[in-house]
């Protein structure tokens, strides 16, 4: 009786034995496998392990990692506002009314105000961004290679109805007048418009040497700007605007203008119709750029141009460009300004 006891005793501590064996090999393997997972997965989840960590999206961010807070616009493109720099014209109130919603349309998407101004003159404009007071400017193309070099600035957008683009040079004269031909011109009083001004005085000063360099052909360029030497008398009037009035009030016997002059002064009712005769036209000059400061950050010349290049209010057409409501701002490429080049150096124009 007593064996039967302890063989029953033996029988249950070994039953025992073989239960907590098997208890801690369960343990061991649950453990190996959370951490083989653990591994593979890159985290652990607090509940697998005693103490164990949190996963990384549970971790809290170190103060020294947070993300910096973003910069302010200003900061960001490092000017307080955009300068938009024009050339003196007949702006009317519809024409500033429609300017200042385009420059409060600009303004939201670049997060600084939007100002423009109207410049004395060509170089003044480009002046101004020489030195960083403007950082878009509407230039004539004489004018806009200069920039480039003086300025650094960038062609970006013409403004046309398809996207081909040009004018040209008129020279003009009272419809009463008894000139005809450049040949008539010889004597006479003549008002350019601006020394860098393209149609108002490269472009016309090149085609008058072209036209007498057989017979006249010692003349020079300077010659056409100094009294006496072909015209009677020479000036420069400062807009295509002014040299179309000098014509039309006698004060000049003839005048460079812009192609689009004559027809914008009779329509502000500035000019009878009728009354202004055109004796030459120029070949074709490439169109006056939207040209922009090229040290500025590239993402802010990139947000400028885009939206220059998509702005579709037809409202602001029909106002800016009423002679053509179908206009829009087109891109275009320095090469194009390459003739310009040309005259330039043919007469020496550089600084």
């Avoid at 109207?118 to 193309?141: D, F, I, K, Q, W």
């Amino acid at each position: 009786m007593k064996k039967e006891t302890d063989f029953g005793k033996k029988h249950w501590l070994i039953l025992l034995s073989v239960i907590l064996a098997a208890i801690l090999l369960a343990g061991c393997g649950n453990t190996a496998n959370g951490a083989a997972n653990g591994s593979a997965s890159g985290s652990t989840s607090g509940s697998d392990t005693i103490g164990g960590s949190a996963t990384i999206s549970e971790q809290a961010t170190p103060l020294g990692a947070m993300a910096p807070a973003p910069l302010d616009p200003k900061e960001k493109w490092g000017i307080d506002k955009l300068v938009i720099v024009l050339l003196p014209g007949e702006d009317t109130p519809e024409v500033s009314y429609s300017r200042n919603l385009f420059d409060e349309a600009l303004s939201e998407v670049i997060g600084i105000p939007v100002e423009e101004f109207h410049g004395n003159n060509y170089s003044a404009c480009v002046e101004a961004m020489r030195t960083g007071h403007a950082h878009v400017a509407s230039l004539g193309p004489f004018a806009y290679v200069h920039a480039v070099d003086r300025a650094g600035a960038e062609a970006f957008a013409v403004t046309s109805p398809d996207g081909t683009h040009g004018y040209y040079s008129h020279i003009i004269v009272r419809a009463d007048s008894d000139i005809y031909s450049l040949e008539d011109l010889k004597g006479r009083t003549f008002g350019f418009v601006d020394p860098e001004s393209t149609s108002g005085n490269i472009v016309p000063s090149n085609e008058f040497l072209n036209h007498y360099a057989e017979t006249m052909p010692d003349l020079t360029f300077e010659d056409l700007h100094i009294n006496g030497r072909f015209f009677e008398s020479v000036m420069f009037t400062g807009t295509h605007a002014n040299s179309c009035q000098g014509v039309y009030m006698g004060d000049v016997d003839a005048a460079a203008v812009t192609s689009t002059t004559v027809a914008a002064q009779i329509r502000n009712g500035l000019v009878e119709e009728d009354a202004i005769r055109t004796i030459f036209v120029s070949p074709l000059i490439p169109a006056s750029p939207l040209c922009i400061k090229g040290d500025l950050p590239q993402e802010l010349k990139d947000l400028i141009i885009d939206f220059f290049l998509t702005w579709d209010d037809q409202g602001f057409w029909d106002i800016r460009s009423s002679t053509n409501p179908s206009n829009r701002y087109w891109p275009v490429y320095d090469y194009e300004y390459d003739y310009i080049r040309e005259l330039r150096d043919k007469f020496d124009l550089t600084d």
